[in-house]
């Protein structure tokens, strides 16, 4: 077996660990709304989204996964190496402490960082680039906008219906829309590792570049499956924060949040645009909440921003050096990386071990009475 052969398949492998931290960084992006009103169990609704996740795959192209796969113009397997571990190493960190932020720019700040390392400026596509800077700026405000205008709607209907805020009609309607968001999150999200992956096998010759990568049928099963694992795994200390912390949900405000986020996610995989679900969620529940003029928590908001706002260029740092690293004579390059890999993973298997759990973000919703209350979000 050929040292590229080896390089690629421990690759492959590390873009589906990323995949897998997408899954559950993310997974908030599709059940925070019905978790923290109730409409669903906790364990159930993560379950629920996995499966959407993975359904996804029969119904949508390639569009997303060939707009990643073409950010950085390389033919380095180097390039893949660092973006992945930038990434894999935001995801974790900011999950860690409950900060809903981008997978997908995570990964796009990796492949600039690695991409310049190794080729410099030139090797960066930078019209690729320029659709997810457009994408940062209005996949947040479309969410907050289309969520905020739908609470007018669900208003209408509760006129009409007579329903009360958390009625068993607006979880219905809650469980509907969360499909839906959990169906947008893996058609765009899984196929951002999809991409990553063509990439790699096109940097390698396995796979011929062209004007669309032909994605391998195994690349696209194996992408879509870490998500819906990662998701049923439960990133419980996100799905805290935007279900708990940033507004003050009821069943009716949830179904205008998701109405939100779904637009924005489904028209951004039309157009083949690598959107941030994360964005488009949060935005969504906070266009809810300040619609509903329900009590909303702006400290978290601009804390959240921030991340939002540090989260390219701190990941192109991490994977510029650690794609710099890789351009070290070979023993010495291992040397350096080796220790830093176990670093990672030993923080990272101490991370889950410790994490949050379904039960507590349970008994968390039942202390606060969410539900059945208009108690303020402390600010």
């Known amino acids: ?15 589906l660990l990323f995949d897998f931290t997408n899954g559950f960084h993310d997974a908030a992006n599709s059940i925070s709304t019905v978790v923290a009103t109730r409409a669903m169990p906790a364990k159930a609704a993560v379950w629920f989204s996995a499966f959407f996740n993975f359904v996804a795959l ?48 995570a990964l796009i700040g990796g492949l600039i960082g690695a991409g310049m390392a190794i080729g410099g400026s030139a090797a960066v596509n930078w019209s690729s680039v320029q659709k997810v800077a457009w994408a940062i700026v209005l996949s947040p405000a479309i ?21 009360n805020d958390n009625h068993k009609g607006f979880k219905g309607l809650q469980v509907v829309s969360a499909a839906c968001v959990s169906y947008g999150h893996g058609a765009n999200d899984a196929q951002k590792t999809m991409g990553v992956i063509a990439a790699l096998l096109v940097a390698a010759g396995y796979v011929e570049a062209g004007k669309n990568i032909d994605v391998p049928w195994w690349v696209a099963v194996s992408s879509y499956g870490a998500i819906a694992i990662g998701t049923a795994w439960g990133g419980w200390k996100i799905i805290e924060t935007m279900g708990l912390k940033l507004t003050s949900l009821n069943a009716k405000t949830g179904v205008a949040a998701n109405i939100g986020a779904t637009t924005a996610i489904f028209g951004a995989t039309a157009y083949g645009i690598p959107i941030s679900t994360t964005h488009a969620a949060a935005s969504s529940v906070i266009g809810a909440g300040v619609g509903a003029r329900r009590a909303t928590n702006w400290r978290l908001i601009g804390q959240m921003a921030t991340a939002w706002v540090v989260t390219l260029p701190t990941t192109a740092v991490v994977g510029y050096l650690l794609a710099s690293l890789t351009k070290l004579p070979t ?29 507590h973000l349970q008994r968390e919703i039942a202390a606060d009475d969410v539900l059945v209350t208009d108690q303020r979000v402390p600010v």
Do not use: C, E
């Open 331 to 359: 023993v010495l390059a291992w040397i350096v990386i080796t220790p830093i890999l176990i670093a990672v993973a030993i923080v990272i298997g101490i991370a889950m071990k410790n994490s949050l759990g379904a039960k």
């Open 143 to 163: 969410a907050f906008s289309v969520a905020f205008v739908a609470t007018a709607l669900v208003w209408a209907i509760q006129k009409l219906t007579r329903w």
């Open 58 to 105: 029969f119904f949508v192209g390639t569009a997303v996964a060939n707009t990643v796969s073409k950010v950085v113009k390389t033919d380095s397997v180097a390039v893949v190496f660092g973006a992945l571990m930038a990434a894999i190493m935001w995801n974790y960190l900011t999950w860690w402490i409950g900060m809903p932020s981008s997978s997908s720019h």
């Open 1 to 15: 077996m050929s040292a590229l052969l080896v390089s690629v398949i421990a690759l492959t492998a590390l873009a």
